[in-house]
């Protein structure tokens, strides 16, 4: 799990083992696990409801879609990369791609200088390529995210290695057009919004998610499914 407050070197290598990951006992024992270390899945049992503004955020899914879920995270963060690679096609599969939700992406950067710098770069990417290159971007950074060993070294996702990663999912040209963009700091007034919105709700690890401006608080995918399912139905 990525902490602000309790984060270091011996947690970050904890959070990222893949010890817990790769199970034997099959995939709902895999993700549960991946859910409850992660921070994904808290211990409380009840959060309050937040208004949350979306506008101008980065999304998958139906524009119709009656519940809005955000996934609050760092690309520095290994629990976000287990998150990414494990869950995220779960929720896509099953609640993204039937209409159920549509799901935001925010940031909240803070292990080191790599996460502002990726974070922001990711913003920039959004700003000019549109929805469609984010997410393909945002996808292969987790990708291309160092072992948990190397997660709190500095100076891994320089400019010029994100310039590299961008290219490998657009253009050269299209990266450089980003380049330029990050170096004006084009994108720093969106990665701004979403440090606002991180103090306004109060969020404290990665990854941590939100159902329809509500802090996940379940220890199950199928507490996942069942609120969704639920602020599904207080739409109707």
Same mark, same amino acid.
């Given at each position: 799990?990525?902490?602000k407050k309790n984060?270091n070197?011996?947690t @970050?290598?904890?959070?990222?083992?893949?010890?817990w990951?790769?199970?034997?006992?099959?995939?709902t024992?895999?993700?549960a696990?991946?859910l409850i270390?992660s921070g994904?899945?808290?211990?409380d049992s +009840? $959060? %309050?409801?937040?208004d949350?503004?979306?506008?101008?955020q980065?999304?998958?899914? #139906?524009e119709?879609?009656?519940v809005?879920?955000i *996934?609050?995270?760092?690309?520095k963060?290994?629990?976000?990369?287990?998150? =990414? *690679?494990?869950?995220?096609?779960v929720i *896509?599969k099953e609640?993204?791609?039937t209409?159920?939700?549509?799901?935001?992406?925010?940031n909240y950067a803070?292990i080191n200088? &790599?996460?502002?710098?990726s974070?922001?770069?990711a913003?920039?990417?959004?700003?000019?390529l549109?929805?469609?290159?984010?997410?393909k971007?945002?996808?292969?950074?987790?990708d291309e995210q160092p072992? &948990?060993?190397?997660a709190?070294k500095? =100076?891994?996702? +320089?400019e &010029?290695?994100? +310039?590299?990663?961008l290219?490998g999912? $657009?253009?050269?040209e299209d990266a450089? !057009?980003?380049?330029a963009?990050y170096?004006?700091?084009?994108a720093k !007034?969106?990665?701004? +919004? #979403? !440090? &606002?919105?991180v103090?306004e709700?109060? @969020?404290?690890?990665?990854?941590t998610?939100?159902?329809d401006? %509500?802090?996940?608080?379940?220890k $199950?995918? =199928? #507490?996942?499914?069942k609120?969704v #399912?639920d602020?599904?139905k207080e739409?109707?």
């Amino acid at each position: 799990m990525g902490n602000k407050k309790n984060h270091n070197k011996k947690t @970050v290598k904890k959070s990222g083992s893949s010890g817990w990951i790769i199970l034997a006992v099959g995939i709902t024992a895999a993700l549960a696990a991946i859910l409850i270390f992660s921070g994904a899945f808290k211990k409380d049992s +009840t $959060s %309050q409801k937040n208004d949350i503004n979306y506008a101008g955020q980065p999304f998958l899914g #139906d524009e119709k879609a009656p519940v809005e879920m955000i *996934e609050f995270g760092d690309y520095k963060c290994p629990a976000c990369k287990n998150f =990414d *690679e494990q869950l995220f096609p779960v929720i *896509e599969k099953e609640m993204i791609q039937t209409g159920k939700v549509k799901f935001y992406f925010m940031n909240y950067a803070f292990i080191n200088i &790599d996460s502002e710098r990726s974070a922001q770069f990711a913003e920039a990417v959004y700003k000019e390529l549109g929805n469609e290159t984010f997410w393909k971007f945002h996808h292969q950074l987790y990708d291309e995210q160092p072992d &948990d060993h190397a997660a709190e070294k500095e =100076d891994i996702f +320089t400019e &010029d290695k994100l +310039t590299s990663i961008l290219e490998g999912v $657009s253009s050269k040209e299209d990266a450089e !057009k980003v380049r330029a963009a990050y170096k004006e700091s084009a994108a720093k !007034k969106a990665f701004e +919004t #979403d !440090k &606002d919105i991180v103090s306004e709700l109060g @969020v404290k690890s990665t990854p941590t998610l939100f159902v329809d401006g %509500q802090e996940f608080t379940g220890k $199950s995918l =199928d #507490d996942l499914k069942k609120m969704v #399912d639920d602020a599904a139905k207080e739409k109707k």
